[in-house]
């Protein structure tokens, strides 16, 4: 009789075990927090701004043309001077003495020549002697002329108006021919470099960036804004700095002097530049993840959507330029939809998850 009454006993406590183990292997919804951003279409392109360097519009690096020891130095650095304006001197002593030798000699040559000329004439020198003084009469005049030259050469004359930047020299220092002795910029023009990122030359045609690089605007560092319209730019990457120049002009202030070397910043119209649309999506650059993990990779790009009922669905996308604003959208998304902007690394297809803000967080 007890034998009998185990069996139940023992049944209800197989069905008691199987009831909690069944409890036990039933999942749970795990609902992820994340951060999430709506997206927008561009309504307007703004203004792209690059870092660039000031650099004299026409620069002169004056230096003379005869050695010897300087004797006088008319200008220091920043004084305007005009065209012609005598800026510094060599003393001429020596130089004065060749002048004086050579035209000793020529003056003897030259009254050599004028009496042979009329005895050739009445037959009283032969034709080859007379040729003989004629060719010493030209050398003498050539060796007269080049000491006057190189006497004048030590003058040093501002070949153009402008602004004096540099005077390396002293006063009574010797000087040699060609070494530099001031720096002459033109004072009423300045030219701006930029190294233009290849993004544009990749957008844009040579007359694309012609055209929107008229409204660029120089901005300086105390927020004054010049325009500067278009010099020059190149068509192949600088070979020491690997990026391509672009060279604006603009007048020189009024109010001041923008000197070479000075930093500025230039603002150009993106979309002109095809950097930047109007009408296109754009979404927060650390939405984008990639199918490896790795953010920087260029395929197989995509975001989290979040749906209507919190949970997520993995959407390609296709990117183009990275703008101020954040990623700029060739296809994948539309305005209006939020995607996940923090809190992707924890999520799968079809996740709950619940909406933190993230400003609060």
């Given amino acids: 009789m007890k034998k009998l009454t185990l069996v139940p006993l023992l049944m209800g406590g197989i069905t008691l075990l199987a009831g909690c183990d069944k409890a036990a292997l039933e999942p749970r919804t795990i609902?992820?927090?994340?951060?999430?951003a709506e997206v927008f279409m561009a309504q307007s392109a703004p203004q792209l701004t690059f870092p660039a360097v000031a650099a004299a519009a026409d620069k002169s690096s004056l230096s003379f043309r005869v050695q010897g020891e300087v004797s006088?130095?008319?200008?220091?650095?920043?004084?305007?001077?005009k065209k012609g304006q005598l800026l510094a001197r060599l003393d001429p002593t020596d130089y004065k003495l060749e002048v004086d030798d050579a035209q000793a000699k020529f003056n003897v040559s030259d009254s050599q020549y004028r009496r042979s000329a009329k005895l050739v004439k009445q037959g009283f020198l032969p034709q080859s002697q007379f040729d003989e003084l004629r060719a010493q009469r030209?050398?003498?005049?050539?060796?007269?002329?080049y000491a006057k030259l190189n006497l004048s050469f030590t003058e040093l004359k501002a070949p153009f108006s402008g602004v004096i930047s540099r005077v390396p020299v002293e006063q009574f220092e010797n000087v040699q021919v060609g070494q530099l002795v001031m720096n002459l910029h033109l004072a009423d023009q300045v030219d701006i470099i930029i190294q233009a990122p290849d993004m544009i030359y990749s957008q844009s045609t040579a007359v694309e960036v012609q055209e929107s690089q008229p409204k660029a605007i120089i901005l300086l560092e105390d927020g004054s804004e010049f325009k500067a319209q278009l010099k020059e730019f190149t068509t192949e990457p600088d070979p020491n700095l690997g990026s391509f120049l672009v060279t604006l002009t603009m007048p020189m202030p009024e109010d001041r002097f923008i000197l070479d070397g000075m930093a500025v910043q230039v603002k150009a119209d993106a979309q002109k530049l095809k950097v930047y649309r109007k009408g296109e999506a754009v979404i927060p650059l650390e939405a984008i993840v990639n199918e490896d993990g790795d953010d920087l990779a260029m395929d197989n790009k995509f975001v989290w959507v979040v749906n209507d009922?919190?949970?997520?669905?993995?959407?390609?996308?296709?990117?183009d330029k990275v703008v101020p604003e954040g990623v700029r959208l060739l296809e994948g998304l539309e305005a209006g939809e939020h995607i996940v902007v923090e809190g992707a690394n924890r999520l799968r297809e079809g996740q709950s998850v619940t909406i933190v803000d993230k400003e609060a967080g």
């Fill in 31 to 36: 609902v992820v927090p994340v951060s999430v």
């Fill in 309 to 319: 009922d919190n949970t997520v669905t993995k959407r390609k996308v296709v990117t």
């Fill in 72 to 81: 006088f130095i008319g200008v220091r650095p920043g004084d305007m001077v």
């Fill in 138 to 145: 030209r050398i003498a005049k050539a060796r007269l002329d």
